[in-house]
């Protein structure tokens, strides 16, 4: 970790297990174009607590880039998989003028092992390293939002146990490249299926408890003021609640992981 240790009393380094952020950053190259948006305020605090300039940072699950634009401007290296190869195409253009760090994004099924496993080695091979420093995964929340049509997508994913089962995989195969003492965080939310509540962050976190050698370090719930388009219908949205029995979801969960 880079923390400055002496220095310490003017870092703006969260350690509070409670993040209340008031909006989604904004500046340099993140935009809001994206189902599920990262807030990017989430991997920069997560990047410069456990990683140092010129790590590497891999992600199972990229996106619009938003860690990734937080690895260039904080100096780390990256690699990052997802299925969408258009959303791929899209952060590439953005990332065009990009000269300052090793980075790549491929088109992989990351609950695929053998397929990520080979694009891990490969990538840490032409870059010279021989491991990764920090993982970082922001996984679909089963269905609720289906990115592709592509059938081994994990967002068209609806039973929980199957859903589990895959992104567990994905998981301890990026698990394998991670170094010792390195950390890596899985950001998860709860969803509402059948009338009830899925804590699906908790049953991720317990079942990579119980299939990897791990210690838990942390538990964050995040809350963000200014997300998705509820800002402008929040009386209706409070009405609806009010006239059944449910409560709206305004959180996420952080869960921090170390390699022994």
């Known amino acids: 970790m ?24 904004k500046s340099g190259k993140h ?53 969408n190869s258009n959303i791929i195409n899209y952060v590439n253009e953005r990332m ?17 092992k053998d397929e990520l496993s080979t694009a891990i080695g490969l990538w840490l091979s032409e870059t010279n390293k021989q491991l990764v420093d920090f993982i970082i995964a922001h996984p679909p929340y089963l269905d609720i939002v289906q990115f592709t049509d592509d059938e081994r997508d994990l967002s068209k994913v609806a039973n929980i146990q199957i859903f589990i089962k895959r992104l567990l995989e994905a998981i301890i195969c990026s698990y394998a490249f991670l170094k010792k003492n390195g950390y890596f965080a899985i950001i998860a939310g709860d969803v509402y299926k059948n009338s009830e509540v899925i804590p699906l962050a908790f049953k991720i976190m317990e ?6 050698d791990v210690k838990l370090k942390g538990i964050v719930i995040k809350n963000i003021e200014g997300y998705r388009g ?19 979801f305004k959180h996420e969960y952080i869960f921090v992981f170390k390699k022994p």
Do not use: M
């Open 230 to 248: 509820k800002l402008k219908t929040q009386d209706i949205w409070k009405y609806r609640a009010l006239q059944s029995d449910y409560f709206l």
């Open 207 to 212: 079942a990579i408890k119980q299939n990897l």
């Open 31 to 83: 935009k809001n174009i994206y189902h599920g948006n990262f807030i990017p305020q989430i991997p920069n605090q997560l990047i410069r607590r456990y990683t140092k300039s010129g790590d590497t940072v891999l992600e199972l699950f990229s996106g619009s880039g938003t860690t990734l634009f937080e690895c260039e401007e904080l100096q780390r290296d990256y690699i990052g998989f997802d299925i």
């Open 96 to 112: 065009s003028d990009c000269s300052t760090i090793n980075y790549a994004i491929k088109n992989v099924d990351v609950t695929n």
């Open 2 to 25: 880079s923390i400055d240790k002496d220095n310490w009393k003017q870092s703006d380094i969260n350690v509070d297990s409670l993040w209340l952020i008031p909006e989604r950053e």
